[in-house]
C-alpha cells in the first residue's frame, strides 16, 4: 500500500513522518540537555569545586558529543524524505525502528557514562552502529521502489554517491568498535570524521545540482 501526500492526507504520510521526525529529535535533544546541571554545593571547597566541574565537563562532552551524531543523523532521514514522493507500510516500519534508535541514544550515553565510558562507549556505539544500518537500510529500500522514489534517483551517479553517504555512520561505528576492542582509549572521536565526510560528499553528490536544473 503506498500513499501519496496529493492522494491521501491520513494518519501516516510523507508529511506526518517529518513531523514525527522532527518531534522525536527535538524530544531527545530536551532530554539531552536537562542532564546538564550545575552541581550543588560546588563551591564548598576546591578540591569540591574541581570534582564538579570535572564532571560537567563530561556531560557537557556527552552531550556535545551526541548532538552532532543526531545532527548527522537528521541530515540523513531528511535527505532520504527529500528524495521520495511517497511513502508504504514497509518505509514507516523502517522509519519507526530508526526514531527507536534515536529515543534509546542519550540512555546508551548514560550507561556509557556511569561505566567510565563517556565518549561512545560500547552500549553507544552498539546503538549508533545500528542507527547508521537502519538509515541505510531506510534508504537502499526507498531508492528500490520506483513509487517511492523521486526521479532524481534514477541518475546512477547520485545514487551511487548517496550509497556512500549512508555507509559513514555505520562504518564509524564499526572501527570505533573495533579500536575499543583493541583497547583504544576516545575511540568514539572517530564519529568526529562523519560530518567532515558527509559535508565533502552532499557537496559533490550532484543532488542539489539537479534539483536546480530538472
Given at each position: 500500500m503506498t500513499m501519496r501526500d496529493s492522494e491521501l492526507e491520513g494518519p501516516v504520510n510523507k508529511t506526518n513522518i517529518e513531523r514525527i521526525t522532527n518531534a522525536l529529535f527535538a524530544f531527545t535533544m530536551t532530554l539531552l540537555i536537562r542532564n546538564?546541571?550545575?552541581?550543588?554545593?560546588?563551591?564548598?571547597?576546591?578540591?569540591?569545586?574541581f570534582a564538579s566541574l570535572g564532571q560537567f565537563l563530561v556531560d557537557l562532552t556527552i552531550y556535545l558529543f551526541v548532538f552532532l551524531v543526531l545532527a548527522v543523523t537528521w541530515v540523513l532521514l531528511f535527505r532520504v524524505y527529500r528524495n521520495i514522493v511517497a511513502?508504504?507500510?514497509?518505509?514507516v516500519a523502517?522509519?519507526?525502528v530508526a526514531l527507536l534508535l534515536v529515543v534509546f541514544l542519550p540512555i546508551t550515553s548514560q550507561i556509557d557514562a556511569a561505566i567510565d565510558a563517556p565518549i561512545a562507549g560500547v552500549f553507544s556505539q552498539l546503538n549508533l552502529g545500528l542507527l547508521g544500518v537502519t538509515t541505510w537500510a531506510l534508504f537502499r529500500y526507498a531508492a528500490a521502489r520506483p513509487a517511492l522514489?523521486?526521479?532524481?534517483?534514477t541518475d546512477h551517479h547520485v545514487t551511487r554517491m548517496l550509497r556512500r553517504e549512508y555507509i559513514v555512520l555505520p562504518v564509524s561505528s564499526a572501527v570505533a568498535l573495533i579500536l575499543s576492542a583493541a583497547g583504544v582509549d576516545l575511540a568514539g572521536v572517530v564519529y568526529l570524521v562523519a560530518p567532515?565526510?558527509?559535508?565533502w560528499m552532499i557537496e559533490h553528490d550532484g543532488l542539489d545540482r539537479n534539483s536546480l536544473t530538472g
Open positions: 546538564l546541571t550545575v552541581p550543588a554545593g560546588m563551591w564548598e571547597s576546591e578540591e569540591v569545586l511513502v508504504d507500510l514497509g518505509f523502517r522509519v519507526f522514489r523521486d526521479p532524481r534517483l567532515v565526510a558527509l559535508w
